[in-house]
């Protein structure tokens, strides 16, 4: 086979891959109003089941990145998609809490030594001028996945009751299987030929590079307190659908869920395809900004209610693939250690957020009163970004080169 033939599959595979093992990630949510009732948990522990589940997970990735980098060697990615989706899918088997967390635990070691493996290929197989159009089609294919996840948990869950989502496993093993089969042999023979360090062929002044480095460190803390707000919200937004005033069905609020994270993937497209016309800079900050009054209209009630919901997500996902590439062209030579990063360890402190979030639900008495917090990151974020010192342009042809 060609190695243009090779790259297509590896390009599906990972992207095939994403769209699957992103599939489980927001099950958690869905599941945590069952888990509360029938463990008996305090929002607190309920949402340490969701920190742990993104803290070990993301945390781990810039290091899976580094790793990536320096060796050339990932993870298998068919093992990586089984362990995150048997991970999530049996954790509604068990009644011990210490299993749960084990369960979750293992499941997110899945996602991070998936989610730098699957972006350091893409970031190898695309053209200079595509690689911000790739880095768009693997990161959607987790997001729609993503954003039917609840969709299908809630069905379950209200159709067959709660053991019905460890049904959930079987998309995940069949899927595993799949890829193996897909890129089995293209995974041994990039293993053989990249089993060695792997260096930057970017040829960049010490100093020019020191002020990209901090000008990175800054999109990443931008994205962190991105993830703090949407990643809060996500979590806690079925329980606050099903057990607060609304008092809807857990179908229902699957459904409300879902249709939010669509409206979050419509906002990484456009987002994406408007940084390329007018600099990413530009809708970083704009997509940080717009965000803030929508967040607010979420705990008006009523129809305003949904609307902030949806208009919400679509700006808080705006900058997300933007951010993505930003980091990635400000890191040249480390694209695993910058998706790790931005994929991983934002995501991480972002799943923080939860653990906080119950804390003060339980102090204060009130889930809605806590998640107003959310506004702080939510509001800090926009202002941040205006001091990033980003210059590089996105290379518009075939011969243009991939550095600043």
């Known amino acids: 086979m060609s190695d243009a033939g090779r790259e297509n599959k590896s390009l599906i595979g990972a992207i095939a891959g994403h769209f699957i093992i992103d599939l489980y990630t927001p099950v ?6 069952f888990l509360i009732d029938g ?62 967390l084990c369960l979750v635990g293992g499941a997110a070691i ?39 996840g609840p969709l299908i948990a809630g069905c379950l869950i209200t159709f067959a009751g709660l053991p019905a989502v460890a049904w959930l496993a079987l998309p995940g093993i069949i899927g595993a299987a799949w890829i193996r089969r897909l890129t089995g042999k293209r995974e041994k023979l990039q293993e053989k030929e990249t089993a060695r360090p792997v260096k930057s062929a970017v040829r960049i002044p ?30 806690y937004l079925p329980t606050m659908l099903v057990q607060g005033g609304s008092a809807m069905s857990a179908a229902l609020a699957s459904v409300v869920v879902t249709v939010m994270l669509f409206f979050g993937v419509a906002g990484q497209l456009v987002g994406g ?21 929508a967040f ?11 609307a902030g919901i949806m208009v919400y997500a679509f700006f808080a996902s705006f900058c997300y693939v933007t951010s993505v590439t930003m980091t990635q062209e400000l890191l040249p030579g480390r694209a695993g250690f910058a998706s790790g990063l931005t994929l991983g360890f934002t ?29 702080v990151p939510i509001a800090i974020a926009p202002i941040l970004a205006l001091f990033i010192r980003y210059k590089i342009k996105p290379a518009k042809g075939p011969a243009a080169g991939n550095g600043a």
């Not at 001028?129 to 959607?140: R, W």
């Not at 395809?273 to 009054?293: E, H, N, Q, T, Y």
């Not at 003060?360 to 009130?366: C, E, M, Q, R």
């Open 110 to 148: 899945g996602h991070a030594l998936f989610h730098p493996a699957g972006m350091n290929l893409i970031y190898k197989i695309s053209p200079p001028h595509k690689l911000g159009f790739y880095n768009s089609l693997f990161t959607t294919a987790g997001s729609i996945s993503y954003a039917i």
């Open 296 to 306: 607010l209209l979420i705990f008006s009630g009523g129809v305003l209610m949904f």
């Open 347 to 375: 995501l991480g402190v972002g799943g923080l957020s939860a653990t906080v979030i119950g804390l003060i639900a339980d102090i204060s008495g009130s889930l809605t009163f806590a998640m107003q917090f959310l506004i």
């Open 28 to 33: 958690l949510p869905i599941i945590l109003p």
């Open 39 to 100: 463990m008996g948990l305090s929002y607190f522990f309920a949402g340490l089941v969701v920190t742990i589940f993104n803290v070990v997970s993301s945390i781990a990735q810039p290091f899976v990145g580094i790793w990536n980098d320096k060796t050339g060697k990932t993870a298998n990615v068919a093992f990586c998609i089984l362990l995150g989706a048997v991970g999530i899918s049996l954790s509604v088997l068990t009644n011990n809490y210490v299993i749960l």
């Open 206 to 235: 010490e100093a020019e590079r020191r002020r990209m480095g901090k000008a990175a460190a800054i999109v990443v803390i931008v994205c962190a307190l991105r993830a703090i707000g949407y990643l809060g919200l996500i979590t």
């Open 273 to 293: 395809f408007l940084s390329d016309r007018f600099g990413r800079k530009k809708m970083l900050v704009a997509g940080l900004s717009l965000a803030i009054p």
